[in-house]
């Protein structure tokens, strides 16, 4: 038995997400032949609110939700089991913490592309992870620094944009991981260009007004 998502019943809220899932996982919108309807249901941020509950009957899969990452966490569940033989009718889950994320390391050799951090997003919206920190010690743009990136590519504010947008309509919250001071050896190992702002090899200098000009 297969299954198939009502859209005339989903929150809109959802709408997006499921469309950036369907070209990858088995997620149908219309019903066939035993098919058996999921049906999501938001529910309120009681003390006594579980995260994430399924309850099935012979029909029908209904998913209560308190937030829209516990909605994808349940597909993601849900997929799973389909061929289980061994699968629990009903489940619910309940977590002791807020944020369930991960950081990926975004400034090893070149970076990693748009639509490899959208694919790595559609999987942790599935495993219920709702935040993802990009680590980016140079690898963005900045207007008048050539440096930042140079070789190894750097991501735009558009691009960012785009990313963040793209996570939340799986219900994740991205976004970069930015050094301030620190770590920064990839754009001090050019001399000429930041000397004057150099304190050690991986190290701005603190205190120093002096721009750095191409």
Not at 83 to 103: A, H, Q, T, W
Not at 142 to 165: A, M, N, W
Request: glycine letters at 6%; one cysteine or more.
């Amino acid at each position: 038995m297969a299954f198939f998502i009502n859209l005339q019943k989903t929150p809109e809220e959802l709408l997006p997400g499921f469309r950036q899932l369907e070209n990858e996982y088995p997620i149908i919108f219309k019903k066939g032949t035993d098919d058996r309807e999921v049906i999501f249901r938001p529910i309120s941020n009681s003390p006594n609110a579980r995260e994430l509950a399924v309850s099935k009957t012979r029909e029908t899969t209904t998913v209560c939700y308190l937030r829209r990452g516990d909605a994808f966490r349940a597909l993601g569940r849900i997929l799973g089991r389909e061929k289980d033989i061994y699968r629990k009718e009903e489940f619910f889950e309940s977590s002791n913490f807020e944020m369930l994320g991960v950081m990926l390391d975004c400034s090893r050799n070149g970076v990693i592309t748009t639509d490899a951090l959208k694919l790595f997003m559609r999987r942790f919206a599935l495993m219920g992870i709702n935040t993802v920190m990009l680590y980016t010690e140079d690898t963005y743009e900045v207007s008048g620094q050539p440096f930042f990136g140079y070789l190894r590519g750097r991501y735009t504010p558009d691009e960012i944009r785009e990313l963040s947008k793209y996570a939340d309509n799986l219900g994740i919250e991205m976004f970069p991981c930015i050094q301030t001071l620190g770590h920064m050896e990839q754009v001090l190992q050019w001399p000429e260009a930041y000397r004057d702002v150099t304190d050690t090899r991986d190290i701005l200098l603190v205190g120093e007004k002096k721009p750095t000009v191409f």
